[in-house]
């Protein structure tokens, strides 16, 4: 056969990609893993009983807001990681910039509390299970996540997997904070964070050989 009639047949049947493809496979694998991680809570832990009380307050809105805005920067990094040769620097900020701020913002309500309060403030009452309880939470999304990548073109499958990790903490992190109790800042700062580092460090590791064409 002749490199010409290869080249033809390998083109015959081409459709063109949808609008906007990549991006709906993910916000598809988003709402699998949503809908996944809302039943796993609902079976483990179930519902709080004074939700309605709740959702009343600033707080429980400012603490889901940490989460919804790591998974919007997040979502646009994972685009992008799908993506042979796509620009990452701008995405990466873009995605490390709500938990810079929780730091920021954590690290500050420390230093200005009294030195026999920060402790408190940090381990909260729940310290020792929150963290494992989000990255539970977190493995619907990231099985979800990661089957989507691999649908995709991913040439950086470690960096890929750091950025569906990612995606997954926060999503984990979204479902938990509809059921934790804490509402200190630096107890967020703290727990929060570390179990989004422990989830996109898992997604990391095990993306290698998942995405492996």
Same mark, same amino acid.
């Given at each position: 056969?002749?490199?010409?009639d290869l080249?033809?047949r390998?083109?015959?049947?081409?459709? +063109?990609?949808?609008?906007?493809?990549? $991006?709906?496979? !993910?916000?598809? %694998?988003? @709402?699998?893993?949503?809908? =996944? /991680?809302? &039943?796993?809570?609902?079976?483990?832990?179930?519902v709080?009983?004074?939700?309605?009380?709740?959702?009343?307050?600033?707080?429980?809105?400012?603490?889901l807001?940490?989460?919804l805005?790591?998974?919007a920067?997040?979502?646009?990094?994972a685009?992008r990681?799908?993506?042979?040769?796509? +620009?990452?620097?701008l995405?990466?900020? $873009?995605a490390? !910039?709500?938990? %810079?701020a @929780?730091l920021l913002?954590? =690290? /500050?309500? &420390?230093?200005a509390?009294?030195?026999?309060?920060?402790?408190?403030?940090?381990l909260?009452?729940?310290?020792?299970?929150?963290?494992?309880?989000?990255?539970?939470?977190?493995?619907p999304?990231?099985?979800?996540m990661?089957?989507?990548?691999?649908q995709?073109?991913?040439?950086?499958?470690?960096?890929?997997?750091?950025?569906?990790?990612?995606?997954a903490?926060?999503?984990?992190?979204?479902?938990?904070s509809?059921?934790?109790?804490?509402?200190?800042?630096?107890?967020?700062?703290?727990?929060?964070?570390?179990?989004?580092?422990?989830?996109?460090?898992?997604?990391?590791?095990?993306?290698p050989?998942?995405l492996?064409?």
């Open positions: 056969m002749k490199t010409r080249v033809d390998l083109a015959s049947g081409v459709s +063109p990609v949808e609008h906007n493809a990549v $991006a709906r496979l !993910l916000n598809r %694998a988003l @709402m699998t893993g949503l809908g =996944g /991680s809302a &039943v796993l809570l609902a079976a483990l832990y179930g709080r009983s004074d939700m309605p009380e709740l959702i009343l307050t600033a707080m429980f809105w400012v603490r807001a940490f989460p805005a790591i998974i920067t997040a979502m646009k990094l685009e990681l799908g993506r042979p040769g796509a +620009p990452l620097k995405a990466w900020c $873009a490390a !910039l709500p938990i %810079a @929780m913002a954590a =690290g /500050s309500i &420390v230093l509390t009294p030195p026999g309060y920060r402790l408190q403030l940090m909260g009452m729940t310290w020792r299970t929150t963290t494992a309880n989000i990255v539970l939470l977190s493995l999304s990231l099985a979800a990661l089957h989507a990548m691999k995709l073109a991913p040439t950086r499958l470690a960096l890929a997997g750091t950025g569906a990790g990612l995606l903490g926060a999503q984990g992190l979204l479902v938990y509809l059921y934790c109790p804490e509402m200190a800042v630096p107890f967020w700062g703290v727990w929060y964070v570390l179990a989004i580092v422990i989830t996109t460090a898992i997604g990391a590791a095990i993306a050989r998942f492996r064409w």
